[in-house]
């Protein structure tokens, strides 16, 4: 059974910095596989696609983040990562790991870590 798990989310201060961690355990040696990318959900808004690491290397991210966030993996850890810098008050919301293959019809979501950011 695939578990995604993030951690390192929490409060952060204005300009400040976090790093997420999300841990795919249960998903073997073919973790290289999956796209991986971070959502993120804020207070009454609809869930985001933040960034996304395709297979082949090629990242995007939501306009408001570029230059700022970073998404990479470490595929013999079974982690992805998101290096959040410069963070802004709307950067708070829930933010969600994903590791999707569609030539496997695999889809998984981890349970979601709260990023606050407070001047």
């Known amino acids: 059974q695939v578990q995604l798990v993030e951690s390192g989310g929490g409060l952060a201060h204005l300009g400040g910095s976090l790093r997420l961690s999300c841990v795919a355990s249960?998903?073997?040696?073919?973790?290289?596989?999956?796209?991986v990318a971070w959502y993120r959900q804020g207070p009454g808004k609809e869930r985001e696609l933040v960034a996304i690491l395709v297979r082949g290397g090629q990242r995007n991210y939501v306009d408001s983040v570029k230059g700022r966030f970073t998404i990479s993996r470490d595929n013999t850890k079974n982690t992805v990562y998101l290096q959040m810098n410069s963070l802004k008050s709307d950067d708070t919301a829930v933010y969600y790991c994903?590791?999707?293959?569609?030539?496997?019809?695999?889809?998984?979501w981890g349970q979601g870590t709260q990023v606050t950011v407070s001047s």
């Open positions: 249960g998903i073997g040696s073919i973790f290289h596989i999956y796209d």
């Open positions: 994903n590791c999707k293959s569609a030539s496997l019809g695999a889809d998984y």
